[in-house]
């Protein structure tokens, strides 16, 4: 039940910001010092400004093109881990992470077989600074 709500509330998050906002697209909404993060597997941490691990922060991985389709649903572990494996195709995607008070952190992805074996490190933001939620690869 509660997986199901989740999908429900992520599904209506990225829908709903494109239905208020018509014609635009993932690639306008990005900010342009934001770049497409590549990896071989999509797995990392969720991080506070203070460097601390946030667990329970939901994940919803989507496919970046029109209709952006929902493909595979996560959550952090107690350490602010998430893995989602190597089922993920090779492709581009826009990773939604989401935590009560925090920005919601809307990341372009790509998974590429030949691509670089790091991890992402999603850095979860109170709203309101001029940074919100942003990741970097290592």
Known sequence: MRRLLLLLFLSGLVLGQLAKRPGMSYTEETPPNRVRIVLKHLHGQARDRRDQAIPAVVLGLYTDAAPHQLIALGETDDGGNFDFGKKIAPGEYRLIAMYPGLCTANIPVEVNPRGPDKKITL??????????SYATAK
């Open 123 to 132: 850095r979860m933001e109170y709203p309101g600074l001029d940074v919100c």
